[in-house]
């Protein structure tokens, strides 16, 4: 009986991974084809089953980057950051939104604390610094 009970729990475990890699999967091709509704859709479906999935949540960041829902964007990013406070595109993008909404102190503050680890946005963040720095002189 017992074994039986664990090859039940094993089969149930089992699907609902594929069910996560499914769906982002599935998000991933549709955001491709900028097909943003349908995408925005799959990366909610995995975040049902998976809701430490940062990727998704950077997806739907993206999505509402692209349909100019700003809170949405920033909400999604604040995720992201939050599960994982090394993910240096949600910082970069966070930083970009807060530069656009003049933001400059927590634009510079998310910048300047990218840049203590950053391996593939160093460049991108500290031409922003200079941005940041050059919008708050005028």
């Known amino acids: 009986m017992k074994l039986l009970k664990i090859i ?11 069910a996560n890699t499914t769906y982002f999967n599935e998000g991933l091709i549709f955001y491709e ?10 990366f909610e479906q995995d975040i049902v089953f998976n809701p430490k999935n940062e990727k998704s949540y950077l997806y739907l960041s993206k ?7 700003k809170k949405l964007e920033e909400k ?3 995720t992201v950051i939050l599960l994982n406070p090394k993910n240096e595109e949600a910082i ?8 656009k909404e003049s933001d400059f102190i927590e ?3 998310l910048i300047e604390q990218l ?24």
């Open 33 to 42: 084809k900028k097909e943003f509704d349908k995408a925005k859709f799959k």
């Open 8 to 18: 039940f729990f094993l089969f149930l475990t089992s699907s609902n991974l594929l």
């Open 92 to 99: 970069y993008n966070l930083a970009k939104l807060k530069l």
């Open 76 to 78: 999604n990013l604040n």
């Open 63 to 69: 999505i509402f980057n692209e349909q100019k829902k």
């Open 107 to 109: 634009s510079k503050k």
């Open 115 to 138: 840049l203590v680890f950053c391996k593939n946005y160093c460049q991108k963040s500290k031409k922003l610094r200079i941005e940041i720095e050059n919008s708050s002189k005028k």
